[in-house]
């Protein structure tokens, strides 16, 4: 049976919290077993439906509507179960920032993203990083919150919200001085079990539910933020809050992490904790997400998925069971656990839990049906998010897509620069007068390379651009910011954004992957400016790549000082950059990045390839090579590569052999 009742489950009677063994009457036998399942959504990102509202077209790979079927299945399968969320639910699509910055949602409306979870009957969820790009007002007001900080009214109503609680450990009100969330809460269930004499039986378990975001949320949201909240190190609260959670009687700990696997030596600020949460007496299980990856994934070659300690194959870290649901509802978490009961509480037998990371394509390359349910549920959103994002702003003569992003492609990227230096530019005149003389570069990324499938790519079209197109060229609801830096730190912001590439043996006969999958598209920032030119070296180690930078012509000075527009995330610290902390910032500006290029393409009006998407700082260092450096990305694209510009391309394969649709091609680094 479920273990929890929503409105949606009402065929099951109300049962007793905390009751004893309902076939005898007496308490659970020592020996008696069970299975209990845990079931993870993470990093939904707003995508409730099949539909990428920037193509403006169905997508069966994505949309919790999809992940509601293989629940569905899993419940089937396993009915003693909890259907968790980790977070990063709340922002991520149009419809998102339809119902958060268009038409904000009413304070007695249920935001879409929680009917469709209170649908699904989730039991609990965490709070990832992303649930706050909108602000404490907001979260409050969709959560059904009551936040005691400023920022937050003290008469604000309490709003309608989800139908589950929602936890989390580690972000505290300056104000009082408590967490801004409930840390914890401790889930009484009834379960059906098995005594040692074979028959079956009733039981009832106490599962304790505790929440954890990255710290480094503080610095990407510092404008929402700052002063308002603190966060606490995910390993101290944990510390903190589990003896707690044992001395109220919890028989399991589940740990619902927003975060990721890195093996890097600890601090608070950590932003992949879970290597040393997992390190922590008493926790039974980890929810973990951030990472936008399956995990366990036995063919993994991300780093954290590798250390020692960690179990790629069966899923564990230091031989506590972990799952990682993939992102946008591509995958559900399915953790097995299987209970012994001691006598006194239930404990988990490690040695035969099982992990998953179920995915929502099928062996022959179909997906899953999805859930008739949920679309009904959000229609009305759907429909007018459709019809916001078709709102056109501008046109374009010219496709701008990140296909060919990582060899030398800026068709999506220059629009973006270009946008932010002339806001900059502005604000500068208007505002700080005694940086007038500072020349003003900005820094971009292609935010969708790939990583999730062969559709997760920026691809303008040319023609009508609408508010869905600039959507798709800035993903997400940064803030604009500029930081100031030298030259020398220029330099070594360029040589970090150099990690997304492997390094080339030029010597080396056999096929080399240009791309470092284990480094963020998001990550690789690039320069498009004509007065700056460098050169990246792949056949040199991280650090020395940046060859032959350049100013004006010569060659760039260390002491050289400019503004440098970028969004919050990045100048906060996000991405690990160095010297990029936040003390730089000389400029953070009210408007978000997407918004000031929309208003760039509107003054605009008319884009063209020439004016704004040909001028390419970068290049590779030109180097001849023994065998061929590789990469993958849609098939069928080479004539877009050639309008790049990029003749040094050639694909190889119309199919890589992946099983994921991507084609696979070469890149000649000697031209």
């Given at each position: 049976?479920?273990?929890?009742?929503?409105?949606?489950?009402?065929?099951?009677?109300?049962?007793?919290?905390?009751?004893?063994?309902?076939?005898?009457?007496?308490?659970?036998?020592?020996?008696?077993?069970?299975?209990?399942?845990?079931?993870?959504?993470?990093?939904?990102?707003?995508?409730?439906?099949?539909?990428?509202?920037?193509?403006?077209?169905?997508?069966?790979?994505?949309?919790?509507?999809?992940?509601?079927?293989?629940?569905?299945?899993?419940?089937?399968?396993?009915?003693?179960?909890?259907?968790?969320?980790?977070?990063?639910?709340?922002?991520?699509?149009?419809?998102?920032?339809?119902?958060?910055?268009?038409?904000?949602?009413?304070?007695?409306?249920?935001?879409?993203?929680?009917?469709?979870?209170?649908?699904?009957?989730?039991?609990?969820?965490?709070?990832?990083?992303?649930?706050?790009?909108?602000?404490?007002?907001?979260?409050?007001?969709?959560?059904?919150?009551?936040?005691?900080?400023?920022?937050?009214?003290?008469?604000?109503?309490?709003?309608?919200?989800?139908?589950?609680?929602?936890?989390?450990?580690?972000?505290?009100?300056?104000?009082?001085?408590?967490?801004?969330?409930?840390?914890?809460?401790?889930?009484?269930?009834?379960?059906?079990?098995?005594?040692?004499?074979?028959?079956?039986?009733?039981?009832?378990?106490?599962?304790?539910?505790?929440?954890?975001?990255?710290?480094?949320?503080?610095?990407?949201?510092?404008?929402?933020?700052?002063?308002?909240?603190?966060?606490?190190?995910?390993?101290?609260?944990?510390?903190?809050?589990?003896?707690?959670?044992?001395?109220?009687?919890?028989?399991?700990?589940?740990?619902?992490?927003?975060?990721?696997?890195?093996?890097?030596?600890?601090?608070?600020?950590?932003?992949?904790?879970?290597?040393?949460?997992?390190?922590?007496?008493?926790?039974?299980?980890?929810?973990?997400?951030?990472?936008?990856?399956?995990?366990?994934?036995?063919?993994?070659?991300?780093?954290?998925?590798?250390?020692?300690?960690?179990?790629?194959?069966?899923?564990?870290?230091?031989?506590?069971p972990a799952v990682m649901a993939n992102l946008w509802g591509k995958h559900l978490g399915v953790i097995g656990?299987?209970?012994?009961?001691?006598?006194?509480?239930?404990?988990?037998?490690?040695?035969?839990?099982?992990?998953?990371?179920?995915?929502?394509?099928?062996?022959?390359?179909?997906?899953?049906?999805?859930?008739?349910?949920?679309?009904?549920?959000?229609?009305?959103?759907?429909?007018?998010?459709?019809?916001?994002?078709?709102?056109?702003?501008?046109?374009?003569?010219?496709?701008?897509?990140?296909?060919?992003?990582?060899?030398?492609?800026?068709?999506?990227?220059?629009?973006?620069?270009?946008?932010?230096?002339?806001?900059?530019?502005?604000?500068?005149?208007?505002?700080?007068?005694?940086?007038?003389?500072?020349?003003?570069?900005?820094?971009?990324?292609?935010?969708?390379?790939?990583?999730?499938?062969?559709?997760?790519?920026?691809?303008?079209?040319?023609?009508?651009?609408?508010?869905?197109?600039?959507?798709?060229?800035?993903?997400?609801?940064?803030?604009?910011?500029?930081?100031?830096?030298?030259?020398?730190?220029?330099?070594?912001?360029?040589?970090?954004?150099?990690?997304?590439?492997?390094?080339?043996?030029?010597?080396?006969?056999?096929?080399?992957?240009?791309?470092?999958?284990?480094?963020?598209?998001?990550?690789?920032?690039?320069?498009?400016?004509?007065?700056?030119?460098?050169?990246?070296?792949?056949?040199?180690?991280?650090?020395?790549?940046?060859?032959?930078?350049?100013?004006?012509?010569?060659?760039?000075?260390?002491?050289?000082?400019?503004?440098?527009?970028?969004?919050?995330?990045?100048?906060?610290?996000?991405?690990?950059?160095?010297?990029?902390?936040?003390?730089?910032?000389?400029?953070?500006?009210?408007?978000?990045?997407?918004?000031?290029?929309?208003?760039?393409?509107?003054?605009?009006?008319?884009?063209?390839?020439?004016?704004?998407?040909?001028?390419?700082?970068?290049?590779?260092?030109?180097?001849?090579?023994?065998?061929?450096?590789?990469?993958?990305?849609?098939?069928?694209?080479?004539?877009?590569?050639?309008?790049?510009?990029?003749?040094?391309?050639?694909?190889?394969?119309?199919?890589?052999?992946?099983?994921?649709?991507?084609?696979?091609?070469?890149?000649?680094?000697?031209?």
């Open positions: 049976m479920r273990l929890r009742r929503h409105a949606a489950y009402l065929v099951l009677p109300t049962l007793l919290m905390g009751c004893a063994d309902l076939r005898a009457g007496s308490a659970t036998p020592s020996g008696a077993e069970a299975t209990l399942a845990l079931l993870e959504t993470t990093d939904l990102h707003a995508n409730v439906l099949s539909y990428d509202y920037y193509k403006l077209k169905a997508d069966p790979a994505i949309g919790l509507e999809r992940t509601a079927t293989l629940i569905r299945q899993a419940r089937a399968e396993y009915p003693n179960n909890l259907l968790i969320d980790n977070g990063d639910a709340l922002q991520g699509t149009a419809l998102a920032d339809y119902q958060a910055l268009v038409k904000p949602v009413a304070c007695g409306d249920t935001l879409a993203i929680y009917k469709a979870l209170n649908q699904l009957g989730v039991d609990g969820a965490g709070i990832g990083n992303h649930e706050f790009n909108y602000g404490l007002a907001y979260l409050n007001q969709v959560t059904g919150s009551h936040f005691d900080v400023d920022g937050v009214a003290a008469d604000a109503p309490r709003c309608a919200g989800p139908a589950f609680p929602i936890v989390l450990a580690n972000i505290y009100s300056v104000r009082t001085r408590q967490p801004l969330f409930a840390p914890y809460r401790i889930l009484t269930r009834e379960i059906s079990a098995t005594g040692p004499d074979g028959k079956p039986l009733k039981s009832s378990i106490k599962i304790g539910i505790i929440g954890f975001t990255p710290p480094g949320v503080l610095s990407w949201d510092k404008h929402w933020l700052a002063g308002k909240v603190y966060a606490e190190g995910v390993r101290e609260t944990a510390q903190k809050y589990i003896p707690r959670m044992r001395a109220e009687g919890a028989d399991l700990i589940v740990a619902i992490s927003h975060g990721g696997i890195d093996g890097a030596s600890y601090t608070p600020e950590m932003e992949n904790a879970n290597y040393y949460l997992a390190q922590v007496p008493g926790v039974d299980a980890m929810l973990i997400g951030h990472e936008h990856l399956p995990f366990p994934d036995a063919a993994s070659k991300h780093a954290g998925f590798n250390l020692p300690g960690v179990d790629k194959n069966k899923g564990t870290v230091y031989g506590v656990l299987h209970l012994k009961y001691d006598g006194q509480r239930w404990l988990v037998d490690r040695s035969r839990t099982t992990v998953e990371a179920r995915s929502t394509k099928q062996p022959d390359g179909s997906y899953v049906a999805a859930d008739p349910a949920i679309a009904p549920l959000v229609a009305a959103e759907h429909e007018a998010t459709i019809r916001y994002v078709q709102t056109p702003v501008g046109t374009s003569d010219f496709r701008m897509s990140s296909y060919f992003a990582d060899v030398g492609d800026i068709s999506a990227i220059e629009l973006v620069n270009q946008a932010q230096t002339a806001y900059v530019q502005d604000y500068v005149r208007a505002n700080l007068p005694q940086y007038a003389a500072l020349p003003v570069l900005s820094m971009a990324s292609p935010f969708k390379t790939g990583a999730a499938g062969v559709a997760d790519y920026t691809d303008v079209k040319p023609g009508a651009v609408a508010l869905n197109n600039a959507a798709d060229l800035y993903l997400y609801p940064n803030a604009l910011h500029a930081v100031k830096l030298d030259g020398a730190g220029l330099k070594a912001w360029l040589e970090k954004a150099a990690g997304r590439f492997n390094r080339i043996d030029p010597a080396s006969t056999a096929a080399q992957e240009l791309v470092n999958t284990n480094f963020a598209g998001f990550n690789f920032d690039m320069l498009t400016n004509a007065d700056i030119s460098y050169q990246i070296d792949v056949t040199q180690s991280e650090g020395r790549r940046i060859v032959d930078l350049r100013y004006k012509g010569a060659p760039l000075a260390p002491t050289q000082e400019f503004l440098i527009a970028t969004n919050n995330y990045r100048a906060s610290g996000g991405g690990g950059f160095p010297g990029l902390d936040g003390s730089k910032t000389v400029i953070a500006a009210p408007d978000s990045s997407r918004d000031v290029l929309i208003a760039y393409i509107q003054k605009a009006r008319q884009l063209t390839r020439t004016r704004n998407g040909s001028t390419r700082s970068w290049r590779f260092a030109p180097v001849v090579l023994r065998g061929p450096v590789v990469f993958h990305s849609a098939p069928g694209l080479l004539d877009l590569a050639r309008e790049a510009g990029l003749s040094n391309v050639s694909e190889l394969k119309a199919d890589d052999g992946g099983g994921k649709g991507f084609a696979l091609y070469a890149v000649d680094l000697s031209k």
